[in-house]
């Protein structure tokens, strides 16, 4: 499957402070999807937004969708240690196959 | 139950060894995946099963084998592996992708 990209490659912020994460694709899409993965173990998906979604929030989480882009942001706030992790998008076209993000490495520094 | 559990969580096999991944889910998902993750790369796809019948197969070695005996569970069967086959292997399952996937915490895997 084709990757899509995600920028930044790696993030550093001190915590309490505000990440965003961004991810671009290349075809058309049914939904967007976020998940996190901590070191070497499974991944957690956190958010789903639909192609005629705009903008969506969890908690301290906000994603965001741009379909005209082609594009979607992952806003964390008030980060804490706890949110470090490497953080994926991932694009579904009802297919049954996810196309990934090269993933965001976010460290939150205490 | 909104889990997937798969066992074992860590697996070191020689070359000639067969081995086997299990995966289990209860919560009625119709859709079961295998995925393989090296370090710092996003997961790739290899298997997909639907309904209990093989809908995709990524262009997977021979070596790989994949056997699902009911709605619940996934088998992966492993025989002559490489060393470059050493990875994370990933279970997920789905309702047809409209909430997202549910991943198992995976098997680390190292071939040697």
């Not at chain 2, 074992?8 to 020689?14: A, D, I, R």
Request: with cysteine; aromatic share 8%.
């Amino acid at each position: 499957s084709q990757q899509g990209e995600e920028d930044p490659q790696a993030l550093s912020i001190q915590e309490g402070e505000n990440a965003t994460m961004n991810c671009s694709y290349k075809t058309s899409i049914n939904n967007l999807q976020w998940y996190r993965q901590n070191s070497g173990r499974g991944l957690v998906h956190l958010i789903l937004i639909r192609s005629n979604e705009r903008e969506k929030h969890s908690g301290r989480l906000r994603v965001t969708l741009d379909t005209s882009k082609k594009s979607s942001s992952l806003l964390i706030t008030a980060s804490r240690a706890a949110d470090t992790a490497s953080y994926f998008c991932a694009t579904d076209d009802s297919n049954y196959q996810l196309i990934w993000g090269a993933g965001t490495k976010l460290i939150i520094k205490p | 139950d909104t889990e997937v559990t798969q066992t074992p969580k860590h697996l070191v096999m020689g070359m000639t060894n067969k081995k086997s991944l299990k995966c289990e889910q209860h919560m009625g998902h119709r859709a079961m995946y295998w995925y393989k993750q090296k370090a710092k790369k996003p997961p790739e796809l290899m298997f997909v099963y639907s309904y209990e019948k093989l809908s995709i197969n990524e262009s997977v070695p021979s070596r790989f084998s994949p056997e699902c005996p009911n709605s619940s569970l996934l088998n992966l069967h492993l025989h002559a592996l490489q060393p470059e086959d050493s990875a994370l292997y990933l279970c997920a399952s789905s309702q047809e992708g409209v909430y997202g996937y549910t991943f198992g915490s995976g098997t680390r895997l190292t071939v040697v």
